[in-house]
């Protein structure tokens, strides 16, 4: 059975950092690609970064290129999202999901709450 | 960005009566593939979207066959044939062809 479980996500103030993670079982990581979506309270969804099954090639969406890292740790099944110059807009819930095919997300985790707020 | 334009965004439906649900994309959603990317996902209150549909048409494992997607160039629908209490919710489209991947605004079900 895929399951994605997210952890990391916190109360932080604004200019702060926190990293995100998410734990994968049940597939070969590593022939996946790896997406971070949010979703702000009562809004809609936005991806925000996306990774290679290898980790070679990475993605941003223009409201936090600079300010995101995506990684992956294929030996450990986990993927990972830092995030840097944390900003009162950024208050979500985090989300991983595996990308099974081209185009889609197939399985999602149940999401991980970021807080920024002074 | 690709902009993923739905209507409506709030759809009071009657329980066994018929839905549809629009959406249109900014540009064409054909891939250098020939495929077009473009997902429905379902999400209840408290809960990760669900996909229903993928590459336009095609059901996920488990959705019910009362769930259909088609196209018509940048325009997309998808239909419930009879709406049932569990189908209460928001449904996206998303488009997977062009990155960043785009959700259009939610479509928010409810029942009369």
């Known amino acids: 059975e895929v399951q994605l479980v997210e952890s990391g996500g916190d109360l932080v103030q604004p200019g702060g950092s926190l990293r995100l993670s998410c734990a994968a079982s049940g597939f070969t990581f590593s022939n996946y690609p790896m997406h971070w979506v949010r979703q702000a309270p009562g809004k809609g969804l936005e991806y925000v970064s996306a990774i290679s099954g290898d980790g070679g090639a990475t993605y941003y969406a223009n409201s936090v290129k600079g300010r995101f890292i995506i990684s992956r740790d294929n030996s450990k099944n986990t993927l990972y999202l830092q995030m840097g110059s944390l900003r009162v807009e950024d208050l979500a819930v985090y989300y991983c999901?595996?990308?099974?095919?081209?185009?889609?997300?197939?399985?999602w985790g149940q999401g991980t709450l970021v807080t920024v707020s002074s | 960005d690709v902009v993923m334009t739905q209507s409506p965004l709030s759809l009071p439906v009657t329980l066994g009566q018929p839905a549809s649900i629009s959406c249109r994309s900014s540009?064409?959603?054909?891939?250098?593939?020939?495929?077009?990317?473009l997902n429905w996902f379902h999400q209840r209150p408290g809960q990760s979207p669900r996909r229903l549909i993928y590459?336009?048409?095609n059901r996920d494992s488990g959705v019910p066959d009362r769930f259909s997607g088609s196209a018509s160039g940048t325009d997309f629908t998808l239909e419930i044939s009879r709406v049932e209490a569990e189908d209460v919710g928001v449904y996206y489209c998303?488009?997977?062809?062009?990155?960043?991947?785009?959700f259009g605004q939610g479509t928010k079900v409810e029942i009369k």
């Open positions: 540009q064409s959603l054909v891939f250098s593939d020939g495929n077009t990317y």
């Open positions: 590459q336009v048409s």
């Open positions: 999901a595996r990308e099974g095919v081209p185009g889609t997300n197939d399985y």
């Open positions: 998303m488009q997977g062809s062009h990155w960043p991947w785009t």
